[in-house]
């Protein structure tokens, strides 16, 4: 065993960082290609030794080793300075298991499948706007798609000025002009200027500032009806607010306001572009191979008009199609930080207290031991054989595992069913479509431009579209 650091670049940490920043994908390939599956970077903002595995083995130590000796948390430098000191991303220890074992029920069974008429009806309408012939970037109506579904299905709200406003600002903070200045900002606290609106740290201030009035007035309206008891046996109220609102811990006691607040804020951020940008993703690679959407489409077809949401979230060809979409650019690079809290070994390395490990989701993606052939877009693999949740960990693993990964690939699943069935759409461009890094996370780089080509009707026959 040893105790040394594993190998990495001996750049300086300013270098180190800036490629990271600016092509992390190309970046980690180099580090693999020279350094192996375990390897050291120093990048900011922590710039102390940061361990990237991505051998299976590794990566089921860290997802099973007890969080007392290695866990991540605001320490590890999770979290963000939009979510909040309350957010599941920043919690840890006693404090992070209470607010995980009371949110976890929320997206699960029953509950999760109540939400299916909602988002079918939400992409109906973004789709119905759609016109024959336009050529248009897929991951806008996508991002739309997602949007509505969170302020529907997450915030319960209707249609209206609070509902537009909280749309407009989170847009204002979700998709800046800027992004690699906000990635900037996020990772380096001394950018953190605030110099009036103008200055784009002061902007950012604004525009968090009256999210949280909205968000804050939208909690106290709820308290308000539920001590009038006026909404607290409606059974329209299936939204995950009003459920979080409901739920009681072993003490009795509810979220406070502080904590309704920043949970809401990481299901906004972790559900919002990264289910828009994996449906961008999937709907290029459907349609860049007319083999997969053709099997798709008969699939689809066979459930008839009208079919269930947890039929179509059970059809095993679209479930490899999505498997395969998020193996190939996992839309989070990498898992969250462990920061290691006593000395441990994994790897056959000794990390000593202080040591920040990561999980690297897409290089354990592109292994060729695990996925032969791993440029190659391929959903049969996951009808072939089944992968461990360290092999295929699109939404990281442990007790750090997305408490909303079965929600998201309900919504996924449900929205290309729908657009599917009832749209021919086809590429506009040729070229591939490469990613890009969208802040802290991976983005289609272009958006998908796809052109409509007409409406399918039930059953029609692929090579019958609409002209």
């Not at 709200?157 to 690699?180: F, H, Q, S, T």
């Not at 299936?238 to 009681?248: E, G, K, P, Q, V």
Request: glycine fraction near 8%; proline fraction near 7%.
């Amino acid at each position: 065993m040893s105790n040394k650091l594993p190998a990495g670049p001996q750049t300086h940490p300013w270098i180190q960082t800036y490629q990271w920043v600016k092509n992390p994908l190309g970046y980690m390939e180099e580090c693999a290609k020279k350094y192996g599956d375990t390897f050291t970077l120093r990048v900011g903002p922590l710039f102390k030794p940061q361990v990237l595995i991505s051998h299976p083995q590794g990566i089921q130590q860290i997802f099973t080793t007890d969080p007392k000796h290695l866990d991540s948390g605001a320490p590890a430098g999770a979290g963000a300075p939009l979510l909040g000191p309350n957010s599941l991303l920043s919690l840890e220890g006693k404090t992070h298991q209470r607010q995980r074992k009371l949110l976890t029920p929320q997206f699960h069974g029953e509950r999760m499948l109540t939400y299916g008429e909602l988002i079918n009806d939400i992409t109906k309408e973004e789709t119905s706007q759609w016109q024959i012939g336009e050529v248009f970037p897929v991951l806008s109506s996508m991002q739309e798609i997602s949007f509505q579904v969170i302020l529907k299905a997450v915030f319960g709200l209707k249609d209206g000025e609070r509902c537009e406003k909280l749309k407009e600002n989170l847009i204002g903070i979700l998709n800046p002009k800027r992004p690699l200045l906000r990635v900037a900002m996020i990772m380096f606290p001394f950018l953190r200027k605030d110099l009036g609106t103008w200055s784009p740290w002061g902007r950012y201030l604004q525009l968090r500032q009256q999210l949280d009035e909205l968000i804050y007035a939208e909690i106290q309206e709820r308290r308000c009806l539920r001590r009038a008891e006026l909404s607290q046996l409606d059974p329209s109220r299936t939204d995950i607010l009003s459920l979080m609102m409901a739920i009681r811990d072993e003490a009795g006691e509810p979220m406070t306001d502080i904590e309704l607040r920043d949970e809401l804020m990481t299901l906004l951020v972790a559900g919002h572009e990264t289910t828009a940008s994996s449906l961008a993703f999937a709907l290029y690679w459907i349609h860049s191979q007319p083999g997969i959407y053709e099997k798709l489409l008969a699939e689809l077809d066979s459930l008839g008009e009208n079919p269930d949401p947890n039929a179509i979230f059970k059809l095993p060809y679209l479930n490899a199609v999505c498997s395969e979409t998020l193996r190939f650019y996992p839309v989070a690079m990498v898992g969250l930080n462990r920061l290691v809290k006593s000395p441990l070994e994994i790897s056959g390395y000794k990390f000593e207290t202080g040591t920040i490990v990561i999980p690297c989701i897409y290089l354990t993606h592109h292994r060729e031991d695990l996925y032969p052939d791993p440029q190659k877009f391929k959903p049969e693999r996951f009808l072939e054989r089944q992968f461990t949740p360290y092999e295929f960990l699109p939404f990281g693993g442990g007790n750090r595992r997305c408490i909303g990964m079965a929600f998201a690939l309900f919504e996924m699943k449900l929205v290309l069913a729908n657009v599917l069935s009832n749209w021919h759409l086809e590429l506009a461009e040729t070229e591939p479509v490469k990613p890009i890094r969208k802040g802290l996370l991976l983005g289609p780089d272009g958006g998908v431009n796809m052109i409509v080509k007409g409406k399918r009707l039930q059953n029609q026959p692929v090579l019958e579209k609409a002209r």
